[in-house]
């Protein structure tokens, strides 16, 4: 640890365990070579100096290589948590220690505690903000107007904090600039897809060691995320059913292969319920009550509100910690109801979120975003922006360059013919 790191001003578990994240860190790593060509430019061309960044993201290895990738674009960046129970305190150590990065962080903070995290990356008084959900963005609107004016604009990596800021938009609150990463396609097709549905599944297993082979999996909600994690489920041999609200979704399940059915018909049938819906109370009283004894219940969606666990405590006569993130409800019927990670997204409570090599894109996004956001500063409308396509092309490209996948490209032929209206049949 350097002179300058011990002064740094950080709230983390545990400064000794630097040495085990920075090996994980380094492991992760490996599968992140996008995100390492882009630190590397970032590192010749500083585009972030003078910039005071925030971001709130769940801290964990992938995140630790966007936040040296920025800091070594010249940005005075510091790191705050996204959710109080997805930190992975050895990374937290390390960005501390050897990164010489501002981390306010640690695995099972209370909410009072996240809150002060929020307060203390406002005080940071950024310049960009990168938010996983949208609470340091929602919270300077509410709380620090007079703030805005440093601000040149906030990136957001989840379908929730889009919500969220489509949301303020309507209301004409949001004022600045908002990168919509996660609509980039090199983000959601591959980090809400393919990274819940391992994660997910990831996420479960550890909590539990169960067999999936032969269960019937309720996934509640079909959107990318839904989609990720049946299908894995499907692949681990789970009988899979979705529910839906979506018509077009629920008949794009239905044409995947999967039963549909609301969640009142598919409680009792079901060995496990996952949530994936980013709406509030889609499994509550009437749905624990009709469900299997020893029923399996979690959350993968962005916050802990999917799941009616207050009323859960109601309902039971008895709660107890049966495993690590694991905690059987006994009802006052006698049936018992296991809930996971408390409700809050098991991928990243139970296991360690998604894979490094599907964060690559998504972060190579954000890093980008950033990037975009400085070189346009002061030319783009307040609202929500997409990430330009060209980005997401790169961003794909450079990916399947490092995973040795060469394409196809256009001959003049083809080029003329896409460019012409003329020939028909
Ligand atoms: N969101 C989901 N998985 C993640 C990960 N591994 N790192 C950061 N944010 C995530």
Sequence with gaps: MTATTVQLKHEVKDLSLAPLGKQRIDWAGREMPVLKQIQERFGREKPFAGIRLVACCHVTTETAHLA????????????????????????????????????????????????????IALDHKPNIIIDDGSDVTATLIQERQHQ????????????????????????????????????????????????????????????????????TVVVAGYGWCGKGTAMRARGMGANVIVTEINPVKAIEATMDGFRVMPMAEAAPLADIFITVTGNKHIIRSEHFQDMKDGAIVCNSGHFDIEI???????????????????????????????????????????????PSAVMDMSF????????????????????????????????????????????????????EYMNSWTSGT
């Design 364 to 415: 190579a996004n954000q890093a980008l975003a950033c990037e975009y956001l400085v070189k346009n500063k002061g030319k783009l409308a307040p609202g929500l922006h997409s990430i330009p396509a060209e980005l997401d092309g790169e961003i794909a490209a450079l990916k399947l360059k490092a995973m040795g996948i060469n394409i196809d490209t256009l001959t003049a032929e083809q080029v």
């Design 148 to 215: 805005i004016p440093d601000i040149i604009g906030t990136t957001e990596e989840t379908t929730t904090g889009i919500v969220r800021l489509q949301a303020m938009f309507k209301d004409g609150v949001l004022t600045f600039p908002a990168m919509n990463v996660n609509d980039a396609e090199t983000k959601h097709f591959f980090d809400n897809r393919y990274g819940t549905g391992q994660s997910t599944l990831d996420g479960i297993i550890r909590a539990t060691n169960i067999l999936l082979a032969g269960k």
């Design 308 to 354: 009616d666990l207050k009323t859960l405590e109601s309902m039971a006569s008895e709660i107890r910690t049966v495993r690590p993130f694991t905690q059987e409800y006994r009802l006052k019927s006698g049936k018992s109801v296991v809930v996971l990670g408390e409700g809050r997204l098991i991928n990243l409570a139970a296991a360690e979120g998604h």
């Design 68 to 119: 040296i990738a920025l800091k070594a674009g010249g940005a005075d960046a510091m790191l705050i948590a996204s959710n109080p129970l997805s930190t992975q305190d050895d990374v937290a150590a390390c960005l501390v220690a050897d990164y010489g990065i501002p981390v306010f962080a640690f695995k099972g903070e209370d909410n009072a505690t996240y809150h002060r995290h929020v307060q």
